[in-house]
């Protein structure tokens, strides 16, 4: 069965410094989102992506995140420079034209 | 009003009984209703989900029964297993505006079936 993946699973970086997350998502999916999860809340709604441009962003998602589709297969999370808050689990996921959202395994990003 | 509410925030159930969440909204824009199940370390995963020109949908143990009048819906695990065991998120979104589904989560219930 398709599944999203993402890497890395893990990422530990210094406050200040760039990351990018990675996810390649269903194959013939359209619609990409990021989402995150800080530690043992609910599932946040980031950014979500279709036709090469963001379709909505939330409030969180500010001047620090951007997000790219590079290929035909990846799609990225940047985060400029990363700050303590920034600590979360971050999915990706992806919708083809029914409505299930597919989410693949998170990376787990702890800043220091 | 983009909020879901959700409870209880943790359940423990006998093993063989009946789970049952709680979830309420307010967006009458909202069209979809997912549950998704969350193991430890892993991404949410869709368990059953519901349009709201039904009030119920069963799937094997789980069942969703949806009040459209009340913005309410929960979820029913039937003869409840410790395999079941995991964090259980409603959701809801509006899949009429293309491109733009995000999905709006409630806060998530920790479920624990003991033997």
């Known amino acids: 069965e398709p599944e999203v993946t993402q890497t890395p699973s893990h990422q530990v970086t210094q406050m200040g410094q760039e990351v990018i997350l990675r996810c390649v998502p269903i194959s013939n999916h359209l619609y990409f989102y990021w989402y995150r999860q800080i530690l043992g809340q609910k599932v946040e709604f980031l950014v979500s992506f279709y036709n090469n441009e963001i379709s909505e962003k939330s409030e969180i998602f500010d001047d620090q995140f951007s997000v790219e589709r590079p290929d035909g297969s990846n799609f990225t999370l940047k985060i400029r420079s990363t700050k303590l808050e920034d600590s979360a689990m971050y999915f990706c996921?992806?919708?083809?034209?029914?409505?299930?959202?597919?989410f693949g395994p998170g990376t787990r990003l702890l800043v220091l | 009003q983009q909020q879901v509410k959700q409870s209880p925030q943790s359940l423990i159930v006998q093993k063989g009984g009946i789970s049952i969440i709680n979830c309420a909204y307010e967006n009458t824009a909202f069209d979809y209703f997912p549950w998704y199940q969350q193991f430890p370390g892993k991404g949410p995963a869709l368990l059953i989900a519901?349009?709201?020109?039904?009030s119920e949908k069963k799937e094997g143990r789980f069942t969703i029964s949806f009040n459209k009048s009340a913005k309410q819906f929960s979820l029913h695990i039937m003869d409840s297993q410790p395999g079941d065991s995991a964090t259980y998120f409603c959701a809801a979104n509006d899949i009429s505006n293309f491109g733009n589904e995000k999905l709006t989560f409630g806060t998530g219930t920790r479920l624990t079936i003991i033997p």
């Open positions: 519901i349009r709201p020109d039904v």
């Open positions: 996921a992806s919708t083809g034209v029914q409505e299930t959202q597919y």
